[in-house]
């Protein structure tokens, strides 16, 4: 069973700093089926990077998602005080479906 | 693509089961998946399983082997969680998400149905 291992657990920023979040695999993932939630308190998650660095509808492009086969990042160029969240990278298909344990992003 | 209604908070005692309803919008399609992800008070969260709306295949966690079955009612455009043998760590907030198909991530949530596990 593949396990994703997130870091750092919390990161704490200022508005309009870059965030950068790590998504580590125990195995090599195929097809790069890695996806990216943000969660905020009381809501469901929402779907913002999927194949690792594809935008899901919607989202503003300063989300990014990158990486490949162990590891994979998303990067948030200039935080704006509605990003601050807890984010999930995930990994998906049909056999595997798993979720890091998440990264909160809170303001410093 | 429209929302995913939940139904509401459910209490039960250990040892009971519970079933969660998860209703989809109209879609032009029936080929999509519903999944129940789950999230502990203060916690991640944790995928469950699936179930494809079109032809009623499920897949489920190892961890929920023996304990969980997802089932839909294509007319109602209904898909159910049931989790039985409840214990008291199952106290969380159970959310459906849809998919295009099982290679897909979830696109659209519920908005969550507290189950609160208590004797």
């Known amino acids: 069973e593949i396990v994703l291992t997130q870091s750092p657990d919390t990161l704490s920023l200022s508005p309009g700093e870059r965030a950068t979040l790590s998504c580590r695999a125990t195995?090599?993932?195929?097809?790069?089926?890695i996806a990216w939630y943000q969660q905020k308190p009381g809501q469901a998650p929402r779907l913002l990077i999927y194949?690792?660095?594809s935008r899901a509808t919607g989202i503003p492009d300063r989300f990014s998602g990158s990486g490949s086969g162990t590891d994979f990042t998303l990067t948030i160029r200039r935080l704006e005080p509605e990003d601050f969240a807890v984010y999930y990278c995930?990994?998906?298909?049909?056999?595997?479906?798993?979720f890091g344990q998440g990264t909160k992003v809170e303001i410093k | 693509q429209g929302r995913l209604v939940q139904s509401g908070a459910e209490v039960k005692k250990p040892g009971a089961s519970v079933k969660v309803s998860c209703k989809a919008p109209?879609?032009?399609?029936?080929?999509?998946?519903i999944h129940w992800v789950r999230q502990a008070p203060g916690q991640g969260l944790e995928w469950m399983g699936w179930?494809?709306?079109?032809?009623?295949?499920?897949r489920y966690s190892q961890r929920f082997q023996g304990r969980v079955s997802i089932t839909r009612d294509t007319s109602a455009r209904t898909e159910y969680l049931e989790l039985s043998n409840l214990r008291s760590e199952d106290t969380a907030i159970y959310f459906c998400?849809?998919?295009?198909?099982?290679?897909?991530?979830?696109?659209?949530w519920g908005q969550g149905t507290l189950v609160t596990v208590s004797s």
């Open positions: 998400a849809r998919g295009v198909s099982p290679e897909t991530p979830m696109i659209t």
């Open positions: 109209t879609y032009a399609f029936t080929g999509y998946t």
């Open positions: 179930i494809n709306a079109g032809n009623g295949n499920t």
């Open positions: 195995q090599n993932i195929r097809n790069s089926y």
């Open positions: 194949g690792a660095s």
């Open positions: 995930q990994l998906y298909g049909s056999s595997s479906w798993t």
